[in-house]
């Protein structure tokens, strides 16, 4: 696959970018995730506030999930460009 002249130090460097990207947004996911899991009870019936924090968990564990898958299709891709390179 062509790398339109980009040189191994290159696809490392946007390797560790995007790795870095990735980090971000799922700190920055996770934190939101967080923040409205911490609703206060007070304000809602409980049943409400237990469905509703078992729903985020379920939205946690499929972005863990789509994370995971992009990640390894991002490892499959990137391997493929550096055979390619040698």
């Not at 460097?13 to 920055?28: D, E, G, H, P, R």
């Not at 991002?74 to 493929?80: S, T």
């Amino acid at each position: 696959m062509p790398t339109n002249g980009l040189n191994k130090t290159a696809v490392q460097i946007l390797t560790w970018v995007v790795y870095a990207l990735m980090m971000i947004l799922s700190v920055a996911t996770f934190y939101l995730i967080v923040e409205q899991a911490k609703m206060p009870d007070k304000y809602v019936r409980l049943e409400r506030y237990q469905a509703d924090t078992e729903r985020i968990e379920n939205t946690a564990c499929r972005l863990e999930a789509k994370f995971d898958s992009f990640e390894s299709r991002l490892n499959n891709k990137l391997d493929e460009i550096l055979r390619g390179q040698k």
